[in-house]
């Protein structure tokens, strides 16, 4: 070995002509020479041959690393040789990748001797194992460890157009869709559709999540509209897909704007209301309400027309109204409520006008025979306030009354019939006239009769006045009221009724009383006869007790009895009579006081 610097060494000795040399460097350049002796001497050695050894195989390169920045579809590897070459130089590194973070299929991806490649051509997202080994004149080295490197994500590639779902309707549609055929690298988690009519590029945003289906809403019924679509993983979204243009089915009109109503007088109003969006569908007709009643409208007309009047409306009265447009699709919501005011009027007609019963009236002064009560209702003051009433008679001038809902009519005819009406007033003028009724006053009271006493007694007066028998008296409308003064000097009442006698009983015998009497009749109470005095005859004194006798001696007896109280300072006289023997009568005996 020349590079040992000690020349020739012996190796071998004997007899053999072959000799394997152990022990000895790889990829070293020997040199050799042979010697042969026998007993007489050595001969000169023969020429100088070389052989080299053979290399051996390299040791395992040093696993391989990124070099600068992992790039969604590319990346550089650099790795250093092995540290051990096997005794030759490396002709060769090979580098394999696997995709998959477990991936065992290997694929060779370079071969050189430069010790970096560019790994490129990869897909986003995606785990990628690498692997080098390397070969030289000696042989193939192991495999070294391999390098597992992810690509980053990138967002998701374009999606297919949405797909419309069913059939459109005129406010929704339904749209659905499938995944990009590209995800970036990384899962898609959320897709967005936007939409823009299609006669303006302003797009908005209708959906965004998950699913892959959504529904669109408040759309315009007969209208086109343009949907995109686009997916996002965690990088971010895609680009959006090709547009897709849909028609919503027509609908049916729009709300109509609130309707113009314009009163033309007190009891007359026209409404006019425009023509709505059509949604795709020409209006066939329009329904208009109308009431008093917010809550409670009625239908006044339907037809194409654009206007309507309305009469017979009462004046300074609030109503409210609204409209709806309809086509053959349906009908189309109801316009805002409007509310207007008739303007004010004269009075409505008085109703319930009618006679005051006698019995409910009050007034001291008031006669049937020469007034009639009257009362009614306060009409409607149709938004001006009723200042006073008038009353017609008739051929009388008409009265004139205040703020009131009854009134006496006075100084009328006894017995008379009279036609009666009113009619209410206020700042405008006069209502028209009520009901006409008929109201008769009563004929005057009659006058009282004469009062006479037809019998008496002790402690009863029988009187009696006027002319009449018990059949006339169901015929007889009059009545009498028959009185008598008390012990106080006041007159109360004794009789009322039709009959022409009465009997006074429970009297004090020998007694004046006062009586005075009226006639009463429909027209009322006639005016107290002047004041009859009738007095009651004296009665006889009541019967005694029988006496009682007590016998003094032979010849006298005392006879006494009860004592009566004289009537009213009339003496009593005691009249003693006795039956002797055989007399049969009683004889009057003389008495001494």
């Not at 070389?50 to 696993?63: L, W």
């Not at 019995?359 to 007034?371: L, V």
């Not at 009560?373 to 938004?383: V, Y």
């Amino acid at each position: 070995e020349e590079t040992s610097g000690y020349g020739f060494k012996p190796k071998y000795d004997g007899e053999d002509l072959a000799y394997t040399v152990k022990n000895l460097r790889r990829s070293t350049k020997y040199k050799f020479k042979v010697i042969a002796y026998n007993s007489e001497g050595k001969s000169n050695p023969s020429e100088v041959v070389e052989f080299t050894t053979c290399p051996d195989k390299p040791g395992v390169p040093v696993k391989p690393s990124v070099k600068g920045k992992i790039h969604s579809h590319s990346f550089k590897i650099t790795w250093d040789p092995p540290k051990d070459n096997g005794g030759a130089a490396i002709n060769k590194y090979v580098v394999e990748m696997a995709e998959g973070s477990n991936g065992n299929k290997w694929d060779m991806i370079y071969s050189g001797a430069t010790r970096e490649h560019l790994c490129d051509r990869l897909n986003p997202g995606c785990f990628y194992r690498l692997r080098v080994y390397c070969i030289s004149d000696g042989g193939q080295s192991a495999v070294s460890e391999s390098l597992l490197v992810q690509t980053p994500a990138v967002p998701p590639g374009p999606c297919l157009p949405p797909r419309l779902q069913g059939r459109p309707k005129a406010k929704e549609i339904q749209l659905r869709w499938g995944p990009p055929l590209v995800d970036g690298g990384s899962p898609i988690f959320c897709y967005g559709v936007e939409m823009s009519p299609v006669e303006k590029d302003e797009p908005r945003e209708v959906y965004q999540g998950s699913e892959v289906e959504c529904t669109v809403s408040n759309l315009l019924p007969g209208k086109t509209y343009s949907f995109r679509l686009h997916a996002a993983n965690k990088m971010g979204f895609g680009p959006f897909s090709e547009k897709c243009d849909i028609t919503t089915a027509p609908g049916p009109p729009d709300q109509c704007k609130p309707p113009q109503v314009t009163c033309r007088s007190a009891t007359c109003a026209q409404v006019n209301w425009e023509v709505p969006l059509s949604n795709g569908t020409d209006v066939t007709e329009y329904r208009l309400e109308w009431g008093g009643v917010e809550g409670s409208m009625q239908m006044c007309y339907c037809g194409p027309g654009l206007s309507y009047e309305l009469k017979g409306l009462s004046p300074a009265t609030t109503y409210y109204c609204r409209v709806q447009a309809l086509s053959i699709v349906g009908a189309g919501p109801f316009s805002d409520v409007v509310a207007c005011v008739t303007p004010p009027s004269v009075p409505a007609i008085v109703t319930c006008l009618q006679e005051i019963n006698d019995d409910d009236i009050e007034n001291p002064h008031y006669s049937p025979s020469t007034c009639l009560a009257i009362s009614w209702e306060k009409p409607c003051d149709h938004g001006s306030e009723i200042l006073a009433y008038s009353i017609d008679l008739g051929d009388k001038q008409p009265l004139a009354v205040g703020k009131v809902t009854s009134y006496i009519i006075d100084n009328l005819q006894p017995d008379t019939t009279y036609r009666i009406r009113i009619q209410a007033l206020n700042s405008l003028g006069a209502g028209p006239f009520s009901h006409m009724i008929k109201l008769k006053t009563k004929p005057l009271p009659p006058d009282p009769p004469r009062l006479e006493c037809v019998a008496f007694s002790h402690q009863n007066l029988k009187l009696k006045w006027g002319e009449g028998t018990p059949k006339t008296l169901s015929a007889d409308s009059v009545q009498y009221h028959l009185q008598m003064e008390d012990k106080n000097g006041r007159f109360v009442s004794l009789y009322r009724g039709p009959c022409h006698t009465y009997k006074v009983q429970r009297l004090n015998e020998s007694t004046s009383y006062k009586f005075c009497i009226q006639a009463c009749n429909e027209a009322g109470e006639g005016p107290l006869s002047q004041e009859y005095i009738f007095t009651t005859p004296k009665s006889v004194p009541a019967a005694l007790k029988a006496p009682k006798i007590e016998k003094i001696n032979d010849h006298i007896c005392e006879i006494t009895w009860e004592c009566l109280q004289p009537m009213k300072g009339d003496p009593v006289i005691y009249s003693l009579q006795v039956m002797l023997g055989k007399d049969s009568e009683f004889k009057l005996f003389p008495l001494s006081y």
